[in-house]
């Protein structure tokens, strides 16, 4: 039988066969086995407690140009994170992160509950930091690679955003229903980090460097990826800039909700504050649910749609001079921002080779951790002297950068675009330059 003549369903089998990645990097799935169930679960976990760790500032309302260290010493510490990351994979495996990530924070818990004077604050969170970093890094990786990433970063980014919003509301109720001094929060955090610490290094004891080494270096000719070598790559800049403008974006936000809502809406305190509870929880549900809608129709293109969404209802929150259109509008910036940061983990997966992930992944958090020192402080900045209306001009700008950011991405529109983008080896900004080309023909 000819070729020709064969069915259709058989003349499509060659090319189904798995791509070189799939073949070295087979993916795993979250619940293929009971090890790799308790794994996830205790990734989730590790999240929440990032969370509440990170919204740690929201609850003590600290001004953002007066305790400025306080917001630059955790950045420093992802930074710190992002470039020993290759190097903590490489000698201590997985299994070194999952001891040294809830290690980390318990050093900075237990000084925070023995409330030490100010100047301690900063080195104590830049050490929270450089474990809340290492984490970061290594469980996106870790689930970026597997089945289904997108949902699956989805609810562990929704474990993250859950912290975030729990932790203000459980140290508040702690502090006015139960009369307890404000460092009590601190015995809760210490109490799941110490459990955290124990599911972790049950969970990841068997993914030893041995274990690291032997996928990496077996993939690599012999040879271990550096972190020097992943920054020469141009789409780990692009994604950590994304991320950059996105953590930004989101901060400046959360941060600034209540005070636009007071000032500009004048909305009563209690009523303003719900308003940031709404973005948060928008986010929250976001990641999760949109999460089981991205990976369905591409990356590229779904994220595209966010943004645009996003965009407009950054407009709408900008003009319509009216609270609850207002808070209405803010719910739902949250709710189609908040699958941005898991498809940039999944777009980082699919577009660089495994052995750069954890490495690229870590710096991209880390940089994007900076928009949440920078960003904010240019908008505390600007606002002291032009009114804290700048804000949605300010955000606008950011959505319109990030959205930019993503388009230069390669792998087009089409879903399973960034696959053939990495076996096509396309460069950044491939389709806008094909774009220009067609322009050009047709106008000559």
């Known amino acids: ?40 679960l205790s990734c989730i976990l590790a999240f929440i407690l990032l969370g509440m760790s990170d919204a740690i500032e929201i609850y003590y309302n600290i001004s953002y140009t007066t305790v400025s260290l306080l917001f630059l010493s955790p950045f420093v510490g992802y930074l710190l994170a992002a470039l020993l990351n290759n190097y ?39 050490v929270t930091g450089f474990g809340n970093g290492i ?58 980090d110490a459990l955290c610490l124990i599911l972790m290094t049950t969970a990841f004891w068997r993914a030893t460097a041995q274990v690291h080494r032997a996928q990496h270096l077996s993939a690599n000719n012999g040879k271990r990826t550096t972190t020097r070598h992943v920054l020469k790559e141009p789409i780990t800049w692009l994604l950590a800039l994304f991320l950059l403008g996105y953590v930004g974006a989101e901060v400046s936000l959360g941060g600034w909700i209540v005070t636009f809502m007071l000032r500009v809406r004048h909305a009563e305190p209690f009523i303003a504050g719900l308003s940031a509870t709404f973005f ?20 590229k293109l779904a994220i595209t749609a966010y943004l645009l969404l996003s965009v407009a209802l950054q407009v709408l929150y900008w003009v319509v001079p009216n609270f609850a259109a207002s808070a209405t509008f803010v719910a739902f910036l949250g709710f189609f921002l908040g699958p941005l940061f898991p498809a940039a983990i999944v777009a980082a997966t699919k577009l660089l080779p495994a052995d750069y992930h954890v490495s690229a992944i870590g710096f991209a958090a880390a940089f994007g951790g900076g928009g949440a020192a920078i960003f904010p402080f ?7 002297s032009k009114g804290v209306e700048v804000l949605q001009p300010i955000v606008l700008a950011i959505l319109l950068f990030i959205l930019l950011m993503w388009w230069f991405l390669p792998g087009g529109l ?3 675009g960034l696959e053939r983008a990495r076996e096509n080896k396309e460069k950044p900004g491939h389709e806008i330059r094909m774009a220009a080309r067609k322009l050009r023909g047709r106008r000559s």
Request: proline fraction near 8%.
């Open 1 to 40: 039988m000819s070729i020709m003549e064969m069915p259709r369903k058989q003349q499509r089998q060659p090319t189904q066969l798995p791509t070189k990645r799939q073949q070295l990097w087979p993916q795993q799935r979250w619940n293929e086995s009971p090890l790799n169930i308790f794994r996830f």
């Open 88 to 126: 903590i994979h490489h000698f201590l495996g997985q299994r070194g992160v999952a001891v040294l990530g809830p290690l980390c924070r318990l050093i900075g818990f237990v000084p925070m509950a023995c409330h030490p004077p100010y100047p301690a604050l900063p080195l104590v969170m830049l």
């Open 135 to 192: 984490e970061d890094s290594a469980w996106n990786a870790w689930i970026g690679n597997m089945h289904r990433a997108n949902e699956l970063l989805g609810l562990l980014h929704g474990a993250y955003g859950l912290g975030a919003t729990i932790s203000p509301l459980i140290a508040t109720s702690m502090i006015t229903k139960g009369n307890l001094p404000w460092y009590t929060f601190f015995y809760l955090l210490i109490a799941l």
């Open 280 to 299: 948060w929880l928008g986010l929250t549900i976001g990641r999760v649910l949109l999460g089981f809608i991205t990976g369905r129709i591409g990356e």
């Open 378 to 384: 240019a908008v505390g900045a600007i606002a002291q």
């Open 414 to 416: 089409k879903r399973g």
